[in-house]
């Protein structure tokens, strides 16, 4: 049962849960109740403080303060890939259709006077390389098959010296100068193939490695001279509403096209200069070691001929007599 306590002027109505009221009282009795309680109207009920809400149990909704705008998460994964997607295919529009102008005879190309034609030197330098490895290999695949013969050819000049007596000096000094030049020529052969290894360290990875980014500075270059056109010919046009917001939004993807191609360009300057300081050391150690090789080869070759005709010389002036030939006795 409802309370009803007057207080002054202001009339003040205790809530009744549900737990206090059974449901047969509630349903049997309900003009009887109605007339011991005086339910509150709307021109008594005093204003209760928010504080005074809340701890009965109140649901109230949250103010937002005026001035602040909540935003969702509007990111679409879908048009985010298709946004990219044709910004793409914009920029490789824009490079198919500069690249054939250029290649045509039609378009105009942004030339840097220091870069260019140290590429090209670079580029010319790099096929002599190549060539010049290239033989170098071969050199040393026949002299490899060289040292084998003449290692086959000493062993067959020891074995006749021993089934053959009367030649035994002779065969004898011919197997030891081929063995000793089969030996001198396999030293060489390790020498051409360590300087043909490091010619292609040099030329396939060094110089390999600048080439690439050469060519990633061409692509940047048609890129960068593409933008620059749309923006001429946009500039050329007439200003109006439409033209001013395309000739912006140019003005901006130029600029950062720009940028893209000055670093990249002062990248691959600075690269350069760094490989031709060290191309030129790495050449230099390796011409004089391979010329070293070639000439302790010769040398030592000559020395142990001239040694070898010598000792074989004393040993005939010692010999007394020689067997007569087949003419002499007739």
Not at 81 to 92: A, D, L, P, Q
Not at 284 to 300: D, I, T
Request: aromatic letters at 6%.
């Amino acid at each position: 049962m409802a309370v009803v306590e007057q207080r002054g002027s202001v009339t003040v109505a205790s809530a009744v849960t549900e737990e206090e009221i059974p449901p047969k009282e509630a349903n049997g009795n309900g003009s009887h109740a109605s007339n011991d309680v005086t339910a509150p109207t709307a021109e008594t009920t005093p204003d209760v403080p928010e504080e005074q809400k809340q701890s009965k149990g109140f649901s109230l909704t949250p103010e937002i303060p005026q001035g602040v705008v909540i935003q969702g998460n509007n990111s679409n994964p879908a048009s985010e890939k298709f946004r990219r997607v044709r910004n793409w295919s914009i920029t490789k529009y824009k490079y198919t259709r500069q690249a054939l102008s250029e290649k045509l005879g039609r378009g105009s190309r942004t030339v840097d006077l220091d870069l260019e034609p140290r590429l090209e030197l670079l580029k010319d330098d790099r096929q002599r390389y190549e060539n010049m490895t290239s033989l170098a290999q071969t050199l040393a695949s026949q002299l490899s098959q060289l040292t084998v013969t003449q290692k086959n050819l000493g062993d067959a000049f020891t074995e006749l010296s021993v089934k053959t007596p009367t030649l035994h000096l002779e065969f004898g000094i011919n197997a030891d100068a081929q063995r000793f030049l089969s030996k001198s020529g396999e030293t060489l052969t390790e020498a051409i193939n360590a300087f043909t290894s490091d010619m292609n360290t040099l030329v396939n990875k060094t110089i390999e490695d600048t080439m690439i980014n050469a060519k990633q500075y061409e692509t940047v270059r048609i890129e960068y001279d593409a933008f620059r056109v749309d923006l001429e010919e946009l500039n050329m046009g007439p200003r109006d509403a439409v033209t001013v917001p395309k000739l912006e939004q140019a003005q901006k993807d130029f600029q950062t096209q720009r940028e893209k191609y000055e670093k990249l360009r002062d990248d691959l300057s600075v690269k350069v200069k760094l490989l031709e300081g060290n191309k030129v050391k790495v050449l230099r150690n390796q011409l004089w070691m391979l010329h070293g090789a070639f000439a302790a080869h010769s040398l030592s070759c000559q020395n142990f001929l001239e040694k070898n005709i010598q000792e074989a010389g004393e040993h005939l002036n010692n010999v007394s007599t020689d067997v007569p030939s087949f003419l002499e006795e007739s």
